[in-house]
Structures are given as structure tokens and as C-alpha cells.
């Protein structure tokens, strides 16, 4: 089954992708310049050839010096050769078009082609500096140096280093740019995110950023009204204690009561405020992955189910794991099944299914009990409120922050008469 992570991560996803098409796109255009300057390379280069071709048919034709020069003259001039040097291997100089025939003839010793060159060139090898080009025929008869009034190879050469450093600082800037942009734009998101994580609010949606803050903003109302019922809670029950302490004493005093009530009440005062900090105290999960099976089946043998209600379990194959704290998972799916068996007056049923889409995995828990009413509904999950003469109102605000704590959420679907299911939703992570 295939998974879809989060829109954050779809968003560093995108910026990703951009970046790697900024990056592309410059090697292209890189590429693309390296291809015109060989083919500027190889226009000069095959002018070159052709001008040994010839050379090499007028030194094969022609013997006298003057004629060869004339020859060589022409050549040079129909080239638009700014310098034209033929030798031989030796390095003897054949032709020279800065030099008369008889300064040629006056010239003793070999070619200095190092001051142009650091090497000479191999057979049918082209060596180029700037405008300066040597290059030795196929079959090693003769040297020829030329000197390109304009050389479509140096040339872009010079531009070639201008765009290459062009590039170079675009993609500096570019990069710098998106750097800061990205980082920018994910630093707001993350603490959204981060905020939502704790809020277990799921962003999923191209809308997330209104949709997210609206989600927090009631949560964080619902986490001020709970702050406030919770003060009132405690003041609420402290001050009956202590009444009640007081009023004791006083029976105590007079001998009526004996003073071991005193002892039962401020007991009953210390079991309600050991419940209230295991509540309050934070959840820090042990993070592993979870056989949502083995779950289950560790749930139903710790609840153990009396045998006035039948139990039924419908779970998918193939079921992905979850990521999470095993024990404190276990203890919601629990806390779910105590509370169904607490709501089925007599014999009944309760029903377990699991079953996944691409973004959440889903564990309800359905009973056949009396159900709720809607205003029962929207109060069930808040510390305090139970609906059992003797209960605490904890058990389904320690399932909702053990699943806040997870990046989920615990939903509940009701109808009076028709019994209650709560469901469990794990979001699945993309591997």
C-alpha cells in the first residue's frame, strides 16, 4: 500500500526537487558551453588540417625556394593567417612569412616554439595557446605554426572564463538565497509543526498552515477550560476535605467521632492528589515499533474480558506497524476496553477492528452499552468528568494525551441506546 507523508515534508520535498532543477539546469548550460567551445575548437583545428594539406601538396610539388614562398604567401594571405611558420622535424624552417627568402636562408638553428609552447605536439596532435596554434602532420613530415588573427577558440574561451565564473556565483547567490528563503519558510513550519506534533493535530492538507492554527487555537481554549474546571476540581474537593477534616476534629474533640476518620479523610486527600500528579506529571515515550496484533492481544489478556460479554475481533491482514511507546499504547487500548466492559449492563459484546488507509491506521473499540448523549460527547475526554458516580474522569484524558503524545487522536462515535466506539488513529510513517 502506498504511503504519503506529511505536507511539510512534501514541502521540503519540493524545495528539494527546486534546488536539484537549478543545479541541473546549470549543468545543462555548462554542458551545452563545453560542446560550442569544441565545436569552435575543432573550426579551427580544421582549418589547420586544410592548410597542412595543402603545404604538404606545394612541398611535394614544388623544389625551388622562391616559387614556395610565393606558394606559402598566398596561402597564408588566403587564410588570413596573422603568422605562418612551416619546419621541419628538425625544427629547420621551411617557410617563414615574416622573413624574406634570403633572411630564411640567413637563419641558422632551430625553431624556438618554446616560447609559444610548453611541449611539442605528438603526430596529428593540435596544441593551442591563445591565438597561437602548432600542430605536426599525420606521417611526421613538418611542423606547421600558425598565429589566427582571430581564433574562434580563444575567443570564447575568454568569454567561456567569464561564464564560468558567471554560473559560478549564480549558483552561489542562488543557493545562498535559497538557503535563506527555505530556511526562513521552514523555521515558522517547524515550530507549527512541532506545536501541532504536541498538540496531535495532523497536517496533511495544502491548506495546513489555517487549518493547523484554527486546530490549535481550539485546543489551546480546550486546555484553558480544562486548566480552569481543573483548579475549580481541586478546589472544589479540597474544600470538602478540609471541611469534613475540620468537622471531625471537632467530634474528635468532643468525643463522638473516633479519630481514625480523620486518618480515612486525609487518605482519601493524599489517593486524590497521588491520581492528580501520575495525570499531571509529562509522558515521555519509549519509542519502537508496534505489532498492532501482539498489541491487541496483550490489551484483552491484561483487561481481562468477564464471561457475560463476548469479545469479536476483526483484524485486516497485512496490518503496518506503528511507531510508538508499547506500554503506554497498551494502556489506552485498556483504559477503551475497561470502559466498555464498565458500560454493558448484563451480557453484551464488544468488537475490535483495525483496518489503514495511506495516512493512519485505525483501532476501535465498540461496545453494545446504553451510548451517550451529544453535550456527554464533547466533555468525556476533559479531566473530571465522568459519568460513574465513582470515577475520577481520568481514564479518557490519559488515552487522549497518550495519544497526543503519539501525533494522534482518539474519536469517539455514539448513540444513545446503540452503544459507543472509540477509535484509535496512528499516523503511519513513510518509510
Known amino acids: 500500500m502506498k504511503r504519503r507523508g506529511s505536507y511539510p515534508r512534501n514541502i521540503t520535498i519540493i524545495a528539494a526537487v527546486f534546488i536539484f532543477l537549478i543545479l541541473f539546469l546549470a549543468f545543462i548550460n555548462l554542458y551545452v558551453s563545453i560542446q560550442f567551445r569544441n565545436q569552435y575548437v575543432a573550426i579551427d583545428h580544421n582549418r589547420i588540417a586544410s592548410l597542412c594539406t595543402t603545404c ?51 637563419q641558422e638553428g632551430k625553431v624556438d616554439y618554446a616560447k609559444y609552447f610548453e611541449r611539442l605536439p605528438s ?42 565564473l558567471y554560473v559560478t556565483l549564480s549558483l552561489l547567490f542562488i543557493g545562498f538565497l535559497g538557503f ?13 509543526a512541532n506545536l501541532a506534533k504536541e498538540f496531535g493535530i495532523q497536517m496533511k ?22 486548566l480552569i474546571e481543573f483548579s475549580a476540581y481541586i478546589a472544589h474537593e479540597f474544600r470538602n476535605s478540609i471541611g469534613a477534616i475540620i468537622g471531625l476534629a471537632r467530634l474528635v474533640e ?32 519509549l519509542v519502537s515499533r508496534i ?49 466498555g466492559i464498565e458500560a454493558i449492563q448484563g451480557s453484551g459484546t464488544i468488537t475490535i477492528r483495525t483496518h489503514d488507509d495511506s495516512d493512519f491506521l485505525y483501532i476501535s473499540v465498540t461496545d453494545d452499552g446504553p451510548g451517550m448523549d451529544a453535550q456527554d460527547v464533547d466533555k468525556i475526554f476533559s479531566p473530571f468528568y465522568s459519568m460513574k458516580e465513582a470515577g475520577l474522569g481520568l ?35 513513510t518509510s
Not at 66 to 82: D, I, M, N
Not at 182 to 192: C, H, K, S
Not at 205 to 226: A, G, I, P
Request: with cysteine.
Open 291 to 339: 505489532d498492532v496484533v501482539q498489541l491487541i492481544e496483550d490489551a484483552v489478556r491484561k483487561t481481562s474480558i468477564p464471561e457475560r460479554i463476548k469479545l469479536e475481533k476483526r483484524i485486516e491482514s497485512g496490518i503496518p506497524h506503528v511507531n510508538g511507546d508499547y506500554d503506554l499504547v497498551l494502556l489506552a487500548l485498556t483504559n477503551l476496553l475497561k470502559n
Open 123 to 164: 603526430p596529428d596532435e593540435f596544441i593551442q595557446r591563445g591565438n597561437n596554434i602548432i600542430y605536426l602532420t599525420p606521417d611526421s613530415s613538418f611542423y606547421v605554426y600558425t598565429l589566427l588573427p582571430l581564433s574562434y577558440s580563444a575567443v570564447f574561451d575568454r568569454f567561456f572564463r567569464w561564464h564560468i
Open 254 to 285: 468532643k468525643r463522638k467521632k473516633p479519630a481514625a476518620d480523620i486518618i480515612r479523610e486525609c487518605r482519601s486527600m493524599e489517593d486524590l492528589i497521588s491520581r492528580l500528579l501520575e495525570y499531571s506529571k509529562p509522558l515521555k515515550p
Open 56 to 106: 604538404a601538396d606545394y612541398l611535394e610539388l614544388y623544389s625551388d625556394q622562391r616559387e614556395l614562398y610565393t606558394l606559402f604567401k598566398r596561402l597564408t594571405s588566403a587564410f588570413g593567417l596573422q603568422h605562418l611558420v612551416v619546419s621541419d622535424t628538425l625544427r629547420s624552417k621551411l617557410y617563414d612569412s615574416q622573413l624574406l627568402p634570403l633572411e630564411l636562408k640567413r
Open 205 to 226: 492538507k495544502e491548506d495546513f498552515v489555517s487549518e493547523t492554527f484554527n486546530e490549535m487555537f481550539k485546543k489551546m481554549k480546550s486546555r484553558e477550560e480544562t
Open 180 to 192: 535563506y528563503l527555505i530556511r526562513n519558510l521552514f523555521l515558522p513550519m517547524r515550530y507549527v
Open 395 to 429: 481514564g479518557l484524558a490519559y488515552v487522549k494525551r497518550i495519544m497526543e503524545i503519539h501525533s494522534g487522536r482518539v474519536d469517539v462515535k455514539t448513540q444513545k441506546g446503540r452503544g459507543s466506539t472509540f477509535i484509535l488513529k496512528f499516523p503511519i510513517e
